[in-house]
């Protein structure tokens, strides 16, 4: 964890910044919630909104320029992260996915203005000779989840994927395609950047950091493989189910889930890893979150990876539960 966690200026002013490339800001608040401004020499460019910033995003601007701000780029159409949106008012072009764009005008909030230009691949944003890349590659954290990219200054904003120095939030970050959330590990990296703006928590990453995010994803996914072929059978359900009633099958259930969780979480967090520590001590918040990234990993191996089999007609098993 950086240094300005600990200054109590920090908590009184509520921001902190650093200039990551040419003109290339990143902003901090104390709860943990980031957003970026790039300088153009002809108004600033500001990524993300988030409320428990709000409008400390202009102290910060302020102190390096009296630019004023003419562009917005949603990351993707989270309230945590643009519901602070309309502070900037009606002049400002908005620039989000179309998917974005989308989801905001199916469930209208007047704190995140709809988008004024969207894209649906690829689209760069110029302005003054200054440029920023945006991409699009698939739904990960959520559908329409944007990669901004800073060439010049090599800086990458990808939000809600990795928390540099610490495991993600609770479930992957409430992500809804955890396929394309493990996807977009390897997305990152294929950018050759120098500093990546996470969204969270307090500090800017290094490859180093998603490279430790990634294997500690890995870890968990390897044993929820395990703990599924292992216990994912008819005879561990049945055991859990045995002397209940029909009525309350889903407590044997959710004892079953929990027994293979526990297993993903015990191999997770006793583990030595590739720099010779455990999760624990490698990454913030392994100890309490695991048991709900175990979860998440485990169920979405049940909806969106093979299966391992189907029951056939007229006989009773294999009973496959994934
Ligand atoms: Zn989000």
């Known amino acids: ?22 003109g290339f800001y990143w902003v901090t608040s104390p709860s943990g919630y ?57 002049k400002v072009k908005i620039i989000a996915h179309d998917i974005t764009r989308d989801l905001l005008a199916r469930f209208p909030d007047p704190y ?17 000779g200054t440029k920023l890349e945006l991409s699009y590659k698939g739904a990960d954290h959520c559908p329409g989840n944007i990669y901004v990219w800073a060439p010049t200054q090599k800086v990458l904003t990808k939000i809600d994927i990795v928390s540099p120095g610490s495991v993600a939030f609770m479930h992957a970050d409430a992500s809804e395609n955890i396929s394309g959330f493990y996807q977009a590990h390897d997305d990152i990296l294929s950018y050759d950047f120098k500093a990546l703006v996470g969204g969270h928590i307090t500090r800017w990453g290094t490859r180093e950091d998603v ?35 029909r009525e309350h099958r889903l407590v044997g259930a959710e004892n079953f889930i929990n ?19 455990t999760w624990p001590e490698r990454l913030a918040g392994a100890t309490p979150f695991t048991k709900y990234h175990a979860y998440t990993v485990m169920e979405s191996s049940r909806t969106e990876r093979t299966h391992h089999g189907y029951q056939r007609r007229g006989t009773g098993g294999p009973w496959y539960v994934v």
């Open 34 to 90: 980031e957003a970026a401004f790039m300088l153009t020499g002809n108004g600033a460019i500001v990524i993300d909104a988030p409320p428990p910033l709000g409008e400390n995003i202009f102290a910060a601007i302020e102190s390096v320029s009296d630019e004023p701000v003419t562009h917005l780029i949603y990351s993707h159409w989270h309230s945590d992260h643009i519901g602070a949106a309309s502070m900037f008012g009606p």
């Open 259 to 277: 027994s293979m969780v526990n297993y993903i979480v015990d191999r997770t967090l006793s583990k030595v890893t590739s720099n010779g520590q």
């Open 112 to 128: 995140r203005p709809l988008p004024t230009e969207t894209f649906a691949t690829d689209a760069t944003l110029e302005v003054n």
């Open 211 to 245: 490279e430790a995010a990634r294997e500690y994803w890995h870890d968990v996914r390897t044993f929820a493989d395990e703990a599924l072929k292992e216990m994912s059978t008819r005879d561990v359900l049945e055991g859990f189910h045995h002397g209940m009633g």
């Open 1 to 22: 964890m950086p240094e300005h966690i600990n200054d109590p200026s920090f908590y009184e002013k509520g921001w902190h910044k650093e200039e990551l490339g040419d």
